[in-house]
C-alpha cells in the first residue's frame, strides 16, 4: 500500500557501522546489515500496533492486525552488498481495502461501492452512513457499542427496502404493526415530506388503531370523554363503510444516509511515521550489537 511510504535517514548509522566493521577487519557488514534492517521493520510495526486503539475507534481484529512484516530468512544468508540489504512491511489484503483511507498524504476520498455496508444495497453508487440512534429505535439493526452495524443487520434492511414501499395499512397489509423500510434517492423530490433529512433509507412507521395505540386518545375514551375515532369511506360497490381509524405510531425515521462519497484524514500517517522514525533510530545500536557479536564469534573461534 503506497501510503506505507516512509523516508528515514539511516545513512550516518550505516555508514558509522560500515567503517567500524572495516576498522576490525570483521567481514559480513551486508548481512548485519540486513539483519539489522529487519529488526526495524519488527519495531516499526510492533509500536504501530500499540498504538492503534489511539487511531481508530473499536478496530476490529483484521485492522488491529493489518500490518505485517517479511523476515526473508534466505537473503539474510545470500546478502552479498549493502545495496541488496532490505526489509518489507505490508498490510493484508482485506484490510487494505478500508485501511487504504486513512493512509497517504492528505484526505482521501471514497467513492460508493467500495467498501462497507452499502454493498448489501441496491444502489452501489451511494455511501451508506448509519444512522444509529434510529436504527436502535426501530429495531431494525442492533449497532454494537461502537456504533457499527452488522452485515446481516444491513442485509436485513437493504433486503425490506429492496421490497419496495407500501402504505402498511392495518388489517391489509402483511406486517402493518411493525416498521417497514423504503429509500429515497438523491434527486427523488416527490416523497421529500416533513420527515425528509437527506437522501437514504427511511424506516416507515407500524400503523395502530387510534383508540388503542394512542394512549392519550384511549385514556379519554376510558374517561368517557370521547368515543373511539372512525373512518368512513365507500367501497367500489358504492357500499358506504366505517372503520375504526388507523394512524402511524410514529414518525418515517432516516437509517442510513446515502451520500455520493466521503472524505477521510489520513489519520493513520502521523503514528506510522512517528513509529519509522523511532524504530530507525535503534538501527545504529542494532548494528553495533551485529559488531559485538561478530567480535566476539571471532574471539571464540582463536581460543
Given at each position: 500500500?503506497?501510503?506505507?511510504?516512509?523516508?528515514?535517514?539511516?545513512?550516518?548509522?550505516?555508514?558509522?557501522?560500515?567503517?567500524?566493521?572495516?576498522?576490525?577487519?570483521?567481514?559480513?557488514?551486508?548481512?548485519?546489515?540486513?539483519?539489522?534492517?529487519?529488526?526495524?521493520?519488527?519495531?516499526?510495526?510492533?509500536?504501530?500496533?500499540?498504538?492503534?486503539?489511539?487511531?481508530?475507534?473499536?478496530?476490529?481484529?483484521?485492522?488491529?492486525?493489518?500490518?505485517?512484516?517479511?523476515?526473508?530468512?534466505?537473503?539474510?544468508?545470500?546478502?552479498?552488498?549493502?545495496?541488496?540489504?532490505?526489509?518489507?512491511?505490508?498490510?493484508?489484503?482485506?484490510?487494505?481495502?478500508?485501511?487504504?483511507?486513512?493512509?497517504?498524504?492528505?484526505?482521501?476520498?471514497?467513492?460508493?461501492?467500495?467498501?462497507?455496508?452499502?454493498?448489501?444495497?441496491?444502489?452501489?453508487?451511494?455511501?451508506?452512513?448509519?444512522?444509529?440512534?434510529?436504527?436502535?429505535?426501530?429495531?431494525?439493526?442492533?449497532?454494537?457499542?461502537?456504533?457499527?452495524?452488522?452485515?446481516?443487520?444491513?442485509?436485513?434492511?437493504?433486503?425490506?427496502?429492496?421490497?419496495?414501499?407500501?402504505?402498511?395499512?392495518?388489517?391489509?397489509?402483511?406486517?402493518?404493526?411493525?416498521?417497514?423500510?423504503?429509500?429515497i434517492k438523491p434527486g427523488d423530490t416527490t416523497r421529500q415530506h416533513g420527515f425528509y433529512t437527506g437522501p437514504g433509507i427511511y424506516a416507515r412507521p407500524p400503523r395502530v388503531v387510534a383508540a388503542v395505540g394512542r394512549k392519550r386518545v384511549a385514556r379519554a375514551i376510558k374517561a368517557g370523554r370521547r368515543t373511539a375515532p372512525t373512518t368512513s369511506f365507500t367501497r367500489a360497490s358504492g357500499r358506504s363503510v366505517t372503520v375504526p381509524k388507523v394512524v402511524n405510531n410514529d414518525r418515517p425515521r432516516q437509517l442510513f444516509l446515502s451520500s455520493s462519497?466521503?472524505?477521510?484524514?489520513?489519520?493513520?500517517?502521523?503514528?506510522?511515521?512517528?513509529?519509522?522514525?523511532?524504530?530507525?533510530?535503534?538501527?545504529?545500536?542494532?548494528?553495533?550489537?551485529?559488531?559485538?557479536?561478530?567480535?566476539?564469534?571471532?574471539?571464540?573461534?582463536?581460543?
Amino acid at each position: 500500500m503506497s501510503g506505507l511510504s516512509v523516508k528515514v535517514d539511516l545513512a550516518d548509522a550505516v555508514r558509522e557501522a560500515q567503517a567500524a566493521f572495516e576498522a576490525f577487519a570483521v567481514d559480513r557488514f551486508p548481512r548485519a546489515l540486513q539483519f539489522g534492517l529487519t529488526g526495524v521493520a519488527i519495531e516499526a510495526v510492533n509500536l504501530f500496533r500499540r498504538d492503534i486503539p489511539n487511531i481508530w475507534h473499536a478496530p476490529n481484529p483484521a485492522t488491529r492486525d493489518a500490518l505485517r512484516y517479511v523476515v526473508d530468512k534466505d537473503l539474510l544468508g545470500k546478502v552479498a552488498a549493502v545495496g541488496e540489504a532490505k526489509a518489507e512491511v505490508f498490510v493484508q489484503d482485506l484490510p487494505s481495502v478500508w485501511l487504504k483511507y486513512s493512509f497517504g498524504q492528505g484526505p482521501q476520498r471514497r467513492e460508493g461501492g467500495d467498501v462497507g455496508i452499502e454493498a448489501y444495497f441496491g444502489d452501489q453508487s451511494t455511501i451508506k452512513v448509519p444512522v444509529t440512534a434510529n436504527l436502535q429505535r426501530t429495531g431494525l439493526a442492533m449497532p454494537g457499542a461502537n456504533g457499527k452495524v452488522s452485515g446481516r443487520d444491513a442485509k436485513r434492511v437493504a433486503r425490506l427496502a429492496a421490497a419496495g414501499y407500501s402504505r402498511n395499512t392495518a388489517g391489509a397489509t402483511k406486517g402493518s404493526g411493525s416498521w417497514g423500510v423504503f429509500e429515497i434517492k438523491p434527486g427523488d423530490t416527490t416523497r421529500q415530506h416533513g420527515f425528509y433529512t437527506g437522501p437514504g433509507i427511511y424506516a416507515r412507521p407500524p400503523r395502530v388503531v387510534a383508540a388503542v395505540g394512542r394512549k392519550r386518545v384511549a385514556r379519554a375514551i376510558k374517561a368517557g370523554r370521547r368515543t373511539a375515532p372512525t373512518t368512513s369511506f365507500t367501497r367500489a360497490s358504492g357500499r358506504s363503510v366505517t372503520v375504526p381509524k388507523v394512524v402511524n405510531n410514529d414518525r418515517p425515521r432516516q437509517l442510513f444516509l446515502s451520500s455520493s462519497q466521503g472524505e477521510y484524514e489520513p489519520v493513520a500517517t502521523p503514528s506510522w511515521e512517528d513509529a519509522m522514525e523511532r524504530a530507525g533510530k535503534t538501527l545504529a545500536d542494532r548494528l553495533a550489537g551485529e559488531l559485538a557479536d561478530r567480535l566476539d564469534h571471532r574471539a571464540r573461534k582463536r581460543r
